[in-house]
C-alpha cells in the first residue's frame, strides 16, 4: 500500500500564483464542519455537472464537468488538461491562517481502489504540519503529492499566512500509476485488512457526514461489522 508520493510533476507556480492573487473570488465553507476548527474554504473547478454546489452524496457522480472558476485559470487548466486519465473534483482548498483540520479519513480513497487525491500546494508556508498516519511531510509549492486519503491525516497551519492546495481526485490508470511509483520519494506500508478497529472508524466518519448516501453506506458497514464481530466470538 503507498501511502504518499512526491511524484515528478509539477505546477509551474509563476503564472498559477499571481492568477490567484490578482482576483476575489466566492470561496465557500468546506461542508464537513466537524472535521475542522477555523476556516477551511473551497473554490471549486471541476464538480459534478460543473454545479455551483458541491454536496457530498454527488461526490461519487460519474459525470464530472469543468465548472467556470475553471476558466479564471488559464495556468492551472493548462496542467489539469496535461493530465492523461480520468478526472473527477478538483478544487483550490484554503486553510487559513491559525485553523486545524481534525484527524479524519476519506473512505476509500486511494490508489489500491482505483482512484488518486493529488496535493499541489500553491501557497504554503513553513509552518504547515501535515501528517499522514502519524508521519510528518512537507510538500513545497508547485510539487505534485499522491496522498492516500484513506488513511487518518490532519494538518495545521502553525503560520501567519493561509495555505492553499489545488487538490486533484482522479481515476488510477496505467499513465498515473507510472508517475505515481516512478518517484525517489514514496513510502510503503501493508496492506489494511478490514478489522473491526478500522470499521468503526469508517462508521463514524460516514455517520458524521449526514447525508442519505453516507447514511446508507455507514448501515452497510455497521452489518458487516457485526458479522465480523460474531465470527471472532
Not at 490508470?173 to 472508524?201: G, M, Y
Amino acid at each position: 500500500m503507498v501511502i504518499y508520493s512526491r511524484t515528478k510533476m509539477s505546477v509551474s507556480l509563476i503564472h498559477a500564483q499571481p492568477d490567484l492573487c490578482n482576483l476575489s473570488y466566492n470561496w465557500t465553507a468546506h461542508f464537513n464542519t466537524l472535521h475542522y476548527k477555523g476556516s477551511w474554504t473551497v473554490l471549486p473547478l471541476r464538480t459534478p455537472g460543473g454545479m455551483d454546489n458541491i454536496l457530498p452524496d454527488l461526490i461519487n457522480s460519474d459525470r464530472f464537468g469543468d465548472h467556470p472558476n475553471m476558466m479564471l485559470f488559464p495556468h492551472i487548466k493548462s496542467f489539469i488538461d496535461g493530465m492523461k486519465c480520468e478526472l473527477m473534483s478538483v478544487r483550490l482548498l484554503r486553510l487559513a491562517a491559525g485553523s486545524v483540520i481534525k484527524q479524519h479519513r476519506d473512505m476509500e480513497l486511494a490508489f489500491e481502489k482505483g482512484e488518486a487525491r493529488l496535493h499541489i500546494p500553491i501557497q504554503t508556508n513553513a509552518g504547515v504540519e501535515f501528517y499522514i498516519n502519524d508521519e510528518r511531510i512537507i510538500m513545497n509549492e508547485g510539487e505534485c503529492w499522491y496522498i492516500n486519503a484513506n488513511l487518518p491525516h490532519r494538518v495545521t497551519n502553525n503560520g501567519n499566512t493561509d495555505r492553499i492546495h489545488l487538490v486533484i481526485d482522479c481515476k488510477v490508470n496505467a499513465w498515473l500509476k507510472q508517475r505515481i511509483l516512478n518517484t525517489d520519494t514514496i513510502a510503503h506500508a501493508p496492506d489494511e485488512s478490514r478489522s473491526p478497529e478500522l470499521l468503526k472508524q469508517m462508521i463514524i466518519s460516514l455517520k458524521a457526514q449526514g447525508t442519505d448516501r453516507s447514511l446508507q453506506m455507514a448501515m452497510e458497514l455497521q452489518a458487516e461489522y457485526n458479522t465480523l464481530v460474531n465470527s471472532q466470538l
